[in-house]
């Protein structure tokens, strides 16, 4: 029998979803992490229940029914650590991503320098920026009291001053916070985060520290051109997870099994992407998580460790779903529709579905619709979180997604879609890589149970990322350049490791597959015909490059970047759907 | 698990708590008999301040000033009321320039709360308020009969029911509307037309019902000034046979139609209550059950959405249904006899 090194070894994950509750269950099976079950229940934050425990105990009922884990003690008490007769489990996590996104106020020095990020850092969270603050702002200190008691914020964030910088406008503008805040119930203020010239700390607390919950947080704004928000991450965690604990009933239950240390699921995402992108340090590219869900889509970019998160509650598929519509136009949406429906069709299907989140497609017209829809949330979302990436990545071209390496796609409208083509199609429309990339699908959606579950077991983070949990679905190269429609571009030959040879010319315009294995290994060689940068270090310049086969094998995107579909709608239709089944089946 | 269950009843007892979001002052009080349009409380709606510099007004330093400062935090003020002084041999005071509340005073300066606009919550029912729920609003009872709708745009009013619809899927159309409607709470089915919308608003109409209605007039049902409730949704969807006999049996009664918009976290959507005849007993409501075969259900998504029907199995395990999804899902026996397969996450308890 074999010896488990691993000390703490069952490990609960629950996650609460705006839709669906679900309690994963990790235990060691020969020696290694394993994913033994879930339970997946609809969230109960709203009525009947009201409590979001009540889902979570159904959800571990269903559990223990898969697993025949017993999980609680006879007075209905979790039990952790789990005990010799093998009731309970050693360790609970847990990330929460139900509830209304937190109403932020942020303040900064300058409009456009630590407002700006006083404002990114809000959007490392669920939270909605309802106002911005600056000293060029032409309110004076009344209006601004007046403008923060009208809002009521959940959240204040204080970004203001460079180490070193200055000092007395930065309590100046406190003034209107701290007079705010004492013109609220006590129970009623909102929280304050200070994140800024750290000079000023001492400062800041006598200003306003007996008036609010103050959290501290390490300058955002380090120097005039440099922008830090992950340090400062943890402190809005932490937020989070009080002001949830307020709002939300049965969250204080839940925070409790995990040892006060529930936390936001995009947080907790990102932190496994973060974890990835060391593992692929050695790429020099960076490894971009996508994650769609119906509170939020969040895009998590990662370079060499550095996290680059950012959530949009207005891009999520479930009840803020209408708030696309404010950030696109219907016929954006419409052009990834692969069937013929019509613009009040959509649109009347995005407020249905704002009216039921948890409502499925049963037509191949509502599944098309919200496949599209799923689409342009992730354009939108990589597009908008593109201007935090740092400019001198490999890659990098106005307006297109720098090189990655894996991309990871998650959530349910990825996970779940009937077929791995339609998962491949939103994916590869929605983000676009460019150069040389590998998409993982996070199968289980587990991805941010194991960046919750890394700070108590990081083995069992490190054991699931694998092939089980995220699958392969191919190796993409997307070639950037421009040439008429039809004109070869890039000559692929390639050979996998069994000796099987392939050879063909890729046609600007086309979308291509080549066989290869599922995890096995083969060489590409590319030729370019044309001045195209096919991700081998620049423009008209080939190569050759070790590729991993999945679902799809190797598949050659040669539809251009940025994709331009055909304008005339049947046409466009014929396009997507004979995309659709390109790749062969997954 | 326990589902919600949206009630289409003849005939209930109906408790519901209306809250403000923030603190205020309550203004009806326990027992009191209402109509949905009454006030029963009111908070500040855009609060203004005024800081007075108390120092510079009496010529002295900041600490000398907080002296002669005559009125503390929570004071109320009139226009004209002197706040400090005199000072000196020329009397210098200073006086409020607005009436309102000082919430604030030392370090030289007063800071005033003055006397804003405020914003009103509306009892929305008719009926007894049956408590006060602290500074944030009342609990009310009230007896109708009760339809629960999908989407409001925020408004509440009352008045006589008018019925526009002779089927549930009719077209509402401008050429219905004539002035022998003004003042009623209009009944109709499908409206895809802005006239229809902005033709009420010119009678005035004091609501309107409706099966379903165009999306793309979304921003100006939001913009009406009679309150909207949809009971089905957006597209062109027949109003569910339940809710069509309840309206079209209430013509001339009076209903109130509380349009308030579908929260799932403060438990509040919108709703039409019609008041009961005479001698007609309600019953009390259940609020979520589990899901149980000969429950009556509502489809809430095409191709069936808006049917209702009754529930004749529960699937185990995961079915793949048309689009290809694996789910699981339930039978459902629609009033026509067909019996439909849908995602179990598609349909609603109804009672």
Redesign the interface.
């Given at each position: 029998m074999p010896t488990s090194l691993i000390d703490a070894d069952s490990v609960l994950a629950i996650e609460i979803g705006t839709v669906s509750t679900r309690v994963i269950l990790f235990d060691v099976v020969e020696g290694r992490y394993r994913f033994l079950g879930q339970g997946s229940v609809p969230t109960t934050m709203g009525a009947p229940s009201n409590d979001v425990s009540v889902g979570v105990k159904a959800a571990l009922d269903q559990l223990h029914d898969i697993t025949g884990r017993v999980l609680f003690n006879s007075e209905g008490q979790l039990v952790i650590p789990s005990q010799p007769s093998g009731i309970g489990v050693d360790a609970c996590v847990a990330t929460v991503s139900v509830g209304p996104p937190l109403k932020v106020v942020a303040i900064g020095l300058l409009e456009d320098v630590s407002a700006e990020s006083a404002k990114n850092l809000a959007s490392t969270t669920y939270a909605r920026v309802m106002e911005t603050m600056s000293l060029n702002d032409r309110r004076g200190l009344l209006e601004c009291l007046d403008t923060i008691l009208q809002i009521h914020p959940d959240l204040i964030v204080v970004a203001g001053g460079i180490e070193g910088g200055a000092t007395q406008s930065v309590i100046d503008l406190l003034e209107a916070v701290g007079m705010a805040c004492y013109l609220m119930p006590k129970e009623r203020r909102p929280e304050v985060l200070y994140a800024g010239n750290s000079a000023l700390v001492k400062d800041v607390q006598a200003s306003i520290g007996t008036l609010v919950n103050l959290h501290i947080a390490p300058n955002v704004r380090q120097s005039f051109d440099s922008e830090q928000l992950t340090p400062s991450q943890p402190a809005l965690a932490e937020i989070f997870r009080q002001v949830r604990s307020r709002q939300i009933q049965g969250i204080q239950e839940i925070d409790l099994w995990t040892g006060n240390h529930l936390m936001p699921t995009a947080t907790a995402f990102g932190r496994t992407i973060r974890f990835i992108s060391k593992e692929y340090a050695h790429t020099h590219k960076g490894v971009l998580g996508i994650d769609v869900g119906a509170s939020a889509t969040t895009v998590a970019s990662a370079f060499s460790g550095d996290l680059r998160l950012s959530i949009y509650p207005g891009l999520g598929l479930g009840e803020n779903l209408p708030e696309i519509l404010n950030l696109c136009t219907l016929g954006e949406i419409m052009r990834w529709i692969s069937v013929d429906v019509s613009d009040k069709y959509v649109r009347d299907y995005i407020y249905n579905k704002a009216l039921y989140p948890t409502s499925l497609p049963i037509t191949a017209e509502e599944l098309a619709t919200e496949q599209a829809l799923a689409c342009q949330a992730m354009y939108l979302a990589v597009r908008q979180a593109g201007k935090a990436h740092p400019a001198d990545r490999p890659g990098s071209m106005p307006g297109l997604l720098p090189w990655f390496e894996p991309i990871i796609a998650s959530g349910s409208v990825l996970s779940k879609a009937p077929s791995r083509n339609q998962t491949l199609m939103m994916v590869l429309n929605g983000l676009q890589p460019t150069g040389v990339t590998t998409i993982a699908l996070d199968r289980n959606n587990l991805a941010a149970s194991l960046g919750a579950t890394a700070s108590v077991t990081p083995l069992l983070t490190i054991q699931s990322l694998d092939a089980t949990n995220f699958v392969n679905l191919c190796t993409i190269i997307s070639p950037v350049g421009n040439a008429p429609l039809g004109t070869p571009i890039l000559r692929v030959r390639m050979s996998g490791d069994d000796g099987v040879e392939s050879e063909q010319e890729i046609m600007y315009g086309s979308l291509t597959a080549f066989k290869l294995p599922q995890g096995q290994a083969g060489t590409l060689h590319l030729t370019t015909l044309h001045k195209f940068d096919v991700g081998m270090g620049g423009f008209g310049r080939g190569g050759t490059v070790k590729v991993i086969g999945g679902v799809f094998g190797v598949v050659i995107d040669a539809r251009g970047r940025p994709l331009r579909l055909p304008a005339e709608p049947s046409r466009r239709r014929e396009a997507l759907n004979k995309w659709l089944t390109t790749p062969g089946s997954g | 698990?326990?589902?919600?269950?949206t009630h289409f009843k003849p005939a209930a007892e109906i408790q519901r708590e209306r809250i403000m979001?923030?603190?205020g002052r309550i203004v009806a009080r326990r027992g009191q008999q209402v109509n949905p349009i009454d006030v029963v409380a009111e908070s500040v709606l855009?609060?203004?301040?005024?800081?007075l510099d108390i120092g510079r007004g009496l010529g002295l330093s900041p600490k000398d000033a907080d002296h002669y400062i005559q009125r503390r935090a929570g004071d109320e003020v009139g226009e004209g009321d002197v706040i400090a002084g005199p000072v000196g041999i020329g009397r210098r005071v200073v006086r409020s320039p607005r009436s309102g509340t000082v919430?604030?005073a030392g370090g030289g300066r007063v800071?005033l709360?003055l006397e804003g606009e405020f914003v009103e919550l509306k009892a929305g029912y008719t009926g007894v308020i049956a408590d006060i729920i602290g500074d944030r609003g009342v609990l009310i009872d009230a007896v109708g009969s009760l339809i629960q709708g999908?989407?409001g745009n925020g408004k509440i009013n009352f008045g006589l029911l008018s019925l526009l619809a002779h089927a549930p899927d009719d077209i509402l159309t401008p050429g219905l509307l004539d002035v022998s409607l003004r003042g009623s709470v209009l009944m109709a089915a499908y409206c895809e037309d802005e006239k229809v919308l902005l033709t009420a608003d010119d009678l005035p109409a004091r609501g309107m019902i409706l099966a379903s209605m165009?999306?793309?007039l979304?921003p100006v049902a939001l913009n009406m000034s009679y309150p909207i409730v949809l009971v089905e949704?957006?597209?062109k969807l027949p109003m569910n046979q339940d809710a069509y006999d309840i309206l079209n049996s209430a013509s001339r009664r009076e209903v109130s139609v509380i349009a308030e918009p579908?929260n799932?976290?403060t438990?509040t959507r919108p709703e039409v209550v019609i008041a009961l005849p005479d001698g007609v007993r309600p019953e009390s409501l259940t609020?979520?059950s589990p899901f149980s075969i000969g429950q009556s259900v509502r489809v809430?998504?095409?191709?069936y959405?808006s049917m209702v029907g009754t529930l004749t199995n529960l699937q185990q395990g995961l079915s793949?249904?048309?689009?290809?999804?694996?789910?699981q899902t339930a039978g459902v026996r629609l009033l026509n006899g067909d019996i439909v397969q849908?995602?179990l996450?598609?349909i609603e308890i109804i009672g």
């Amino acid at each position: 029998m074999p010896t488990s090194l691993i000390d703490a070894d069952s490990v609960l994950a629950i996650e609460i979803g705006t839709v669906s509750t679900r309690v994963i269950l990790f235990d060691v099976v020969e020696g290694r992490y394993r994913f033994l079950g879930q339970g997946s229940v609809p969230t109960t934050m709203g009525a009947p229940s009201n409590d979001v425990s009540v889902g979570v105990k159904a959800a571990l009922d269903q559990l223990h029914d898969i697993t025949g884990r017993v999980l609680f003690n006879s007075e209905g008490q979790l039990v952790i650590p789990s005990q010799p007769s093998g009731i309970g489990v050693d360790a609970c996590v847990a990330t929460v991503s139900v509830g209304p996104p937190l109403k932020v106020v942020a303040i900064g020095l300058l409009e456009d320098v630590s407002a700006e990020s006083a404002k990114n850092l809000a959007s490392t969270t669920y939270a909605r920026v309802m106002e911005t603050m600056s000293l060029n702002d032409r309110r004076g200190l009344l209006e601004c009291l007046d403008t923060i008691l009208q809002i009521h914020p959940d959240l204040i964030v204080v970004a203001g001053g460079i180490e070193g910088g200055a000092t007395q406008s930065v309590i100046d503008l406190l003034e209107a916070v701290g007079m705010a805040c004492y013109l609220m119930p006590k129970e009623r203020r909102p929280e304050v985060l200070y994140a800024g010239n750290s000079a000023l700390v001492k400062d800041v607390q006598a200003s306003i520290g007996t008036l609010v919950n103050l959290h501290i947080a390490p300058n955002v704004r380090q120097s005039f051109d440099s922008e830090q928000l992950t340090p400062s991450q943890p402190a809005l965690a932490e937020i989070f997870r009080q002001v949830r604990s307020r709002q939300i009933q049965g969250i204080q239950e839940i925070d409790l099994w995990t040892g006060n240390h529930l936390m936001p699921t995009a947080t907790a995402f990102g932190r496994t992407i973060r974890f990835i992108s060391k593992e692929y340090a050695h790429t020099h590219k960076g490894v971009l998580g996508i994650d769609v869900g119906a509170s939020a889509t969040t895009v998590a970019s990662a370079f060499s460790g550095d996290l680059r998160l950012s959530i949009y509650p207005g891009l999520g598929l479930g009840e803020n779903l209408p708030e696309i519509l404010n950030l696109c136009t219907l016929g954006e949406i419409m052009r990834w529709i692969s069937v013929d429906v019509s613009d009040k069709y959509v649109r009347d299907y995005i407020y249905n579905k704002a009216l039921y989140p948890t409502s499925l497609p049963i037509t191949a017209e509502e599944l098309a619709t919200e496949q599209a829809l799923a689409c342009q949330a992730m354009y939108l979302a990589v597009r908008q979180a593109g201007k935090a990436h740092p400019a001198d990545r490999p890659g990098s071209m106005p307006g297109l997604l720098p090189w990655f390496e894996p991309i990871i796609a998650s959530g349910s409208v990825l996970s779940k879609a009937p077929s791995r083509n339609q998962t491949l199609m939103m994916v590869l429309n929605g983000l676009q890589p460019t150069g040389v990339t590998t998409i993982a699908l996070d199968r289980n959606n587990l991805a941010a149970s194991l960046g919750a579950t890394a700070s108590v077991t990081p083995l069992l983070t490190i054991q699931s990322l694998d092939a089980t949990n995220f699958v392969n679905l191919c190796t993409i190269i997307s070639p950037v350049g421009n040439a008429p429609l039809g004109t070869p571009i890039l000559r692929v030959r390639m050979s996998g490791d069994d000796g099987v040879e392939s050879e063909q010319e890729i046609m600007y315009g086309s979308l291509t597959a080549f066989k290869l294995p599922q995890g096995q290994a083969g060489t590409l060689h590319l030729t370019t015909l044309h001045k195209f940068d096919v991700g081998m270090g620049g423009f008209g310049r080939g190569g050759t490059v070790k590729v991993i086969g999945g679902v799809f094998g190797v598949v050659i995107d040669a539809r251009g970047r940025p994709l331009r579909l055909p304008a005339e709608p049947s046409r466009r239709r014929e396009a997507l759907n004979k995309w659709l089944t390109t790749p062969g089946s997954g | 698990m326990q589902a919600p269950i949206t009630h289409f009843k003849p005939a209930a007892e109906i408790q519901r708590e209306r809250i403000m979001p923030g603190g205020g002052r309550i203004v009806a009080r326990r027992g009191q008999q209402v109509n949905p349009i009454d006030v029963v409380a009111e908070s500040v709606l855009r609060p203004e301040h005024m800081l007075l510099d108390i120092g510079r007004g009496l010529g002295l330093s900041p600490k000398d000033a907080d002296h002669y400062i005559q009125r503390r935090a929570g004071d109320e003020v009139g226009e004209g009321d002197v706040i400090a002084g005199p000072v000196g041999i020329g009397r210098r005071v200073v006086r409020s320039p607005r009436s309102g509340t000082v919430v604030m005073a030392g370090g030289g300066r007063v800071l005033l709360e003055l006397e804003g606009e405020f914003v009103e919550l509306k009892a929305g029912y008719t009926g007894v308020i049956a408590d006060i729920i602290g500074d944030r609003g009342v609990l009310i009872d009230a007896v109708g009969s009760l339809i629960q709708g999908v989407w409001g745009n925020g408004k509440i009013n009352f008045g006589l029911l008018s019925l526009l619809a002779h089927a549930p899927d009719d077209i509402l159309t401008p050429g219905l509307l004539d002035v022998s409607l003004r003042g009623s709470v209009l009944m109709a089915a499908y409206c895809e037309d802005e006239k229809v919308l902005l033709t009420a608003d010119d009678l005035p109409a004091r609501g309107m019902i409706l099966a379903s209605m165009d999306s793309a007039l979304v921003p100006v049902a939001l913009n009406m000034s009679y309150p909207i409730v949809l009971v089905e949704g957006f597209g062109k969807l027949p109003m569910n046979q339940d809710a069509y006999d309840i309206l079209n049996s209430a013509s001339r009664r009076e209903v109130s139609v509380i349009a308030e918009p579908w929260n799932r976290i403060t438990n509040t959507r919108p709703e039409v209550v019609i008041a009961l005849p005479d001698g007609v007993r309600p019953e009390s409501l259940t609020e979520s059950s589990p899901f149980s075969i000969g429950q009556s259900v509502r489809v809430i998504s095409p191709p069936y959405k808006s049917m209702v029907g009754t529930l004749t199995n529960l699937q185990q395990g995961l079915s793949v249904i048309p689009s290809g999804l694996r789910t699981q899902t339930a039978g459902v026996r629609l009033l026509n006899g067909d019996i439909v397969q849908v995602p179990l996450a598609n349909i609603e308890i109804i009672g």
